[in-house]
């Protein structure tokens, strides 16, 4: 397991560096901080630090492996990460305690991603909450 850990701000802080030095993980350490023009805005919230993300695995990381977002202000149980390992191609899961719906989900038939049950829809391709 190699953890990327990307701040949503100008440069990485001290007390998260310090966490992961504390840590037994192998990390990666990133910052990337939104746009001033959308800070206040729903629009581009996290999606600076995944992308920054994304460009680090690109460039530094095997072709093999399983990329997963999580958010510093959610939860985990550990029988998820044990559901990850069994990723061959690709895998979705469900978000809970979103919204209206009370869940964000990928509706799976046979095997098959063919559509998204989430309350955010907003004219978005895959409509899933990234947890």
């Known amino acids: 397991v190699h953890w990327i850990v990307a701040e949503d701000r100008n440069h990485t802080t001290r007390v998260v560096s310090d966490l992961l030095s504390a840590s037994t993980l192998r990390y990666t350490h990133l910052a990337a901080s939104r746009p001033t023009e959308l800070i206040g805005q729903m629009i581009g919230r996290g999606v600076f630090n995944r992308r920054i993300s994304v460009d680090w695995i690109r460039t530094n990381a095997d072709d093999d492996g399983v990329v997963y977002f999580a958010d510093d202000d959610n939860s985990y149980d550990v029988r ?3 559901e ?29 991603v063919v559509g998204f049950f989430d309350a955010f829809k907003k004219n978005r391709k895959f409509a899933v909450d990234m947890a």
């Open 84 to 112: 990850i390992r069994q990723t061959v191609r690709v895998s979705v899961f469900p978000v809970g305690l979103i919204l209206k719906f009370g869940l964000s989900s990928p509706v799976v038939r046979k095997g098959k």
């Open 80 to 82: 998820l990460f044990e």
